[in-house]
């Protein structure tokens, strides 16, 4: 009698259902179980996860932050800043479009 035997990583869900990470390389038929508890492969850390992580060190540190005034504020004066650049350029070109005629 031939034994053929594959170690497979799989996932066990909530409801018993295993998840294998491949098909198995066996020939269909009746096969044998073991299931023994594997390293939990950890998550991948996202984008939202490293931003919580910066804030909550900022916030253990004492870090609090702009407020929602200071940063319409800032956004106002930027603003401000981009229209008189706006307005000096507008200028500039009418002054120079005049001189040209």
């Given at each position: 009698m031939t034994f053929l035997e594959e170690t497979i990583e799989a996932t066990l869900d909530s409801n018993g259902q295993l998840r294998l990470s491949h098909p198995p390389h066996l020939p269909p038929g009746?096969?044998?179980?073991?299931?023994?508890a594997g390293t939990a492969i950890p998550a991948r850390r996202g984008l939202a996860d490293l931003l919580r992580e910066i804030a909550a060190g900022q916030r253990a540190r004492g870090f609090a932050g702009r407020s929602a005034a200071?940063?319409?504020?800032?956004?106002?004066?930027?603003?401000?800043?981009?229209?008189e650049r706006d307005r000096a350029l507008d200028n500039a070109r009418r002054d120079n479009a005049s001189e040209t005629h």
């Open positions: 009746v096969v044998q179980v073991t299931i023994r200071e940063i319409h504020a800032e956004d106002q004066a930027r603003q401000d800043e981009d229209s």
